[in-house]
């Protein structure tokens, strides 16, 4: 049985299982309602006092407050608000307030939000004020020596969620100090519990919000510790739980389990040593720097926590290394977790003044102070698979030449695509609208395959083509004169194998008809393809047939290509989705059905394979589709079950094959994440 390796610790962990004993008995056992007086609430009440007095000790809370609520985000209000509360009332007592409210650049946002709600709900109207953190994420205290001053409240964080890097708390204390700063600090301590030593009461700090979930309790349990004579107003009121501080019927069950957490954290038996986790963390950067050549790590491993690491590697961006990981069942994320959805650049490496590449192409590998030997010895070894299923599919540089591929091939970026028509069997290839971006793309691609770039040729007139032919060096014959389209002159035809390439000119645009043709002709019947920058053209009916597939040089919507034919009327159709029931069932009506994984092949490669035995599938993907659309099409139609990770990719596939008037084309709603499949080796 093949398990996931969880490597995204500073989203969330998993629930150590004395929490989740922990849990079962509060819900089970000890159900009582604390604030009841009979014998059932007393002992729900013992457990409550019981685990804030372990916290009190943990922390060093003194002679503070510590109050159990949700979490982190629920911590950072009950802060920001108590602090502001506190600063209006100053203000109408005619007393002089800071104008300011500072926070640092790399914050998690629930911080800089809270400052914006609450200062605008209270009619504070102080200055939200970034502080800027160096290359190395660490805050710039020359300016928040200059800011001090006038700074009302400060908010910087123990250590960031996305790269780990510790925060000089000591640096700042000093600094507030020395400026006589009348400030309120806070301190964002989510990713610190466990994983750095706290002594609150000892330091000047006012506010330190904490979330159980990033340590192993369930989530929506938190604590709030506020320093002995900071400012206090409770954000939520009503039975006068927690001292009146925070209202509601405890979260019995999670402050059990946040319990069980903090008496193991106390004990010093279960989590691994600082020493320990940095060796974990070295044997994890080991194995990415010989898998994926150039990996660039952005947090400098010496200023951050020893559970994270957080890399970006030239030429491959963040959403394909987290599908290469997915694929092998590692779990990473890219930036913060709420933005893993989108891969826009990270603002934490944007702050740290990283470079795009680098901080729009960032992964974040964490883990908890629970992790074992095995565990990291397995995640290295799929730290070598992803390497090897990059390198093969040419995506990273590799020694060996890559098995060539035939046919065409998609590279897109943002709507916009190249094309690269390929013949294994002469090695030999033609790009068609090179895009400057796809540069890279596809030198490693050629390179890798060692093939031989007979012509790139564009739809438009005058593209610069030289930075491609510098970039791809002995690969490309480019010898021959060429017209403003990149053609090369006196030739009428362009053979590459079986395949013959034809110009077409249509004003100031060129069309290119692609085809299996033995000679320079190609009649309508055998033209396969037509590269046009138009999305129909009514010009290039008679020179093709219906089966003829028109491939666009933008693709916004992901169509891929469409069909010459006019659409086929609206009939009554199968519905497009199949979910994981509806599978067997149809499999089994359907034995000569054939299930396809669109991944992309550096994902089917790294592919670990679920335990569910089940049919073979066949790698297809999204950017081979139109190749392999234009041969399901021909002769008699197999029923075609398309699917990948998540099935929007597999959705698109099925609805091309569809459009196309393909009519027994379906997706696997839900991907490989809800129904796993068997692959073929
Ligand atoms: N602060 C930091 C540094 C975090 O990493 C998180 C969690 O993502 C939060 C605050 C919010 O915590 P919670 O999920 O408990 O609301």
Redesign the pocket.
Known sequence: MTTEIYLDG???TAVLPAAIAAAADAMGQRYGNPSSSHGTGLKAKVLLDQTRACAVRLLGVGDGRLMFN???????QTAVLSALVALRERRERGEAIGSLLVYGAT?????PESLAHWNRLLGLNLTLQKLPVDQDGAHDLAQLRALAPQAALVCT?????ETGIVTNLAAIEVLLAETGSAAYWLV?C??ALGKLDLDLASTRIDYA??????LYAP??I?MLYVRAGAPFTPLIMGGGQESGQRSGTENMAGIAALGAVLSALERGDTFRSHHQLASFRARLADSLRAALPGVVFNNPFDKSLPTTLNFSVPGLSSRELMDVFDAAQVRVSSG???SAAKAAPSYVLDAMHAPLWRSAGAIRMSFGPLADEATIADACRRIERCGAALRASCLIPSERTAVPHDGLLQLGVEGACSWMVLDAASRSCIVIDPLPDMIARIESYVRCQNYQVQAIVSTSPDVDRSMLISALGRHVDCHAATDAYGWPSAVHAIQLGTQTLLSVADGAARHYLLGDAADATLPPQAVRFVFSARPTVEALRPLTCAQTLLCPTRDEHNQFCVGMAAPAAAEAQAALQLDSAALDVFLQAHPNAELIDVREPYEFAATITPGTAGRSARSVPLSRLAEHASSWLHGEQTPLVFFCRSGNRSLKAAQLLRRLGHGQAYSLNGGLALAPLAHAA
């Open positions: 500073n989203a969330t949700s979490g982190a985000t629920e911590g950072i914050e998690h946002k629930a911080v964080m123990a250590a960031n969620n964002d989510v990713q919000p904490f979330s159980g979930h990033k989530k929506g938190g913060s977790a709420c």
